[in-house]
């Protein structure tokens, strides 16, 4: 099956994560409320509303005070309706990250991993560790206690039994460099929360991840890859991979 561009625009705006001891709402768009561990703050997106942007606007701080949350990220897609973007830059907003929307058919991407590295599926407690391990540094975490580690890897294996999830660990000298997660949705195999350490950097690790990452959602009968890669980083990579940009979500913060 082949995707059409709305179709893949869509399926971006859809995606989004609720993690673990998080709050939600999805009454005209959807808004998270992360945990203190991985930064606290309201994430904000795909918006579906009738109202009209400064409307929408005003309801995501309006709950964003009511969770006493210190600050909203407010992500834009092009497939969002109302469009908040401009209505976000008249209020001041800051603009703090960027990613590129790419997709790709999924049995089309050329990669070509080093031999050196090793893959391997999470199942475990000490590979939940090993991730941690590469998370903490990379998106500024705080790092697992024993029973935060724990209730990791209980929503590990039921991701891994329901098919909502699978996480993928590379190593390289036995060493945790890089991981990456994928879910398989409508025919998207979704390439979610790629992430290397900076010492390995350069050397593969990542490639090494997103090909195995493939391989499982083509296993699992996807058709089109689909990811959001930050411009300065992985992006460049997925392009040079065959990935091919169809759009752009910017990220745009409010003080509450």
């Not at 709950?63 to 600050?71: D, L, Q």
């Not at 960027?98 to 090793?118: G, I, Q």
């Not at 959001?228 to 040079?240: E, F, N």
């Amino acid at each position: 099956m082949t995707h059409s561009l709305d179709e893949i625009l869509g399926a971006a705006a859809e995606w989004s994560w609720t993690p673990r001891e998080s709050r939600h709402d999805d009454t005209h768009l959807r808004l998270t409320l992360y945990p203190a561990r991985l930064g606290g703050g309201v994430r904000a997106s795909r918006v579906r509303s009738r109202l009209d942007a400064g409307e929408v606007v005003d309801y995501a701080l309006a709950r964003s005070r009511e969770w006493a949350a210190t600050g909203l990220t407010f992500w834009t897609n092009p497939s969002d309706e109302p469009d908040v973007e401009p209505e976000l830059r008249r209020r001041g907003a800051a603009l703090v990250d960027t990613v590129s929307v790419l997709a790709a058919p999924a049995d089309s991407v050329a990669l070509e991993a080093p031999s050196d590295l090793a893959v391997e599926v999470v199942r475990t407690l000490a590979q939940v560790r090993d991730v941690d391990a590469v998370n903490v540094p990379v998106w500024g975490q705080t790092p697992l206690d024993e029973q935060g580690a724990r209730d990791e890897l209980d929503d590990v294996v039921a991701a891994l039994e329901s098919g909502a999830g699978i996480q993928v660990l590379a190593r390289l000298d036995e060493a945790p460099v890089a991981v990456g997660g994928c879910t398989v949705v409508g025919g998207f195999v979704r390439l979610w929360g790629g992430s290397t350490v900076a010492a390995a950097r350069g050397r593969g690790a990542y490639r090494a991840v997103l090909a195995e990452r493939l391989r499982i959602g083509m296993e699992q009968g996807a058709t089109t890859a689909l990811v959001k890669g930050r411009v300065s980083t992985s992006a460049p990579i997925l392009a040079r991979a065959g990935f091919r940009q169809v759009g752009e979500e910017r990220a745009y913060r409010l003080a509450v």
